[in-house]
Nanobody, 124 residues
Framework: QVQVVESGGGLVQTGDSLRLSCAVS????????LGWFRQAPGKEREFVSA????????KYDDSVKGRFTISRDNAKNTAYLQMNSLGPEDTAVYYC?????????????????WGQGTEVTVSS
């Protein structure tokens, strides 16, 4: 099957940057669209960004446009989420997910495999 593992979270200050990584392994590891979701304490999980299997198409939630950049390196079977200008509103557990799709899904129900999450905390 497919395994998804996120890493790169941590504690940073407002205005700082982080790069999250999402390593995918298993069957057809480079053929999935990859998405990032986040869940803040007491909040519902929300869409952050996603990228097609080819890397040619991306989507972003309005809350992160201009600050976050998603990319992928299929040679490494890894996706990245570069997060700049972080603020306390970005504090959440970030999850990476893989979708059996040739497009760029935004809905969590369209994703088939999920990572365990990596925590991002942004202090004021």
């Amino acid at each position: 099957q497919v395994q998804v593992v996120e890493s790169g979270g941590g504690l940073v200050q407002t205005g700082d940057s982080l790069r999250l990584s999402c390593a995918v392994s298993g069957r057809a590891a480079s053929s999935y669209a990859l998405g990032w979701f986040r869940q803040a304490p007491g909040k519902e999980r929300e869409f952050v960004s996603a990228i097609s299997w080819s890397g040619g198409s991306t989507k972003y939630d309005d809350s992160v446009k201009g600050r976050f950049t998603i990319s992928r390196d299929n040679a490494k079977n890894t996706a990245y989420l570069q997060m700049n200008s972080l603020g306390p509103e970005d504090t959440a557990v970030y999850y990476c997910a893989a979708a059996l799709a040739g497009w760029v899904p935004r809905r969590s129900s369209e994703y088939d495999y999920w990572g365990q999450g990596t925590e991002v905390t942004v202090s004021s």
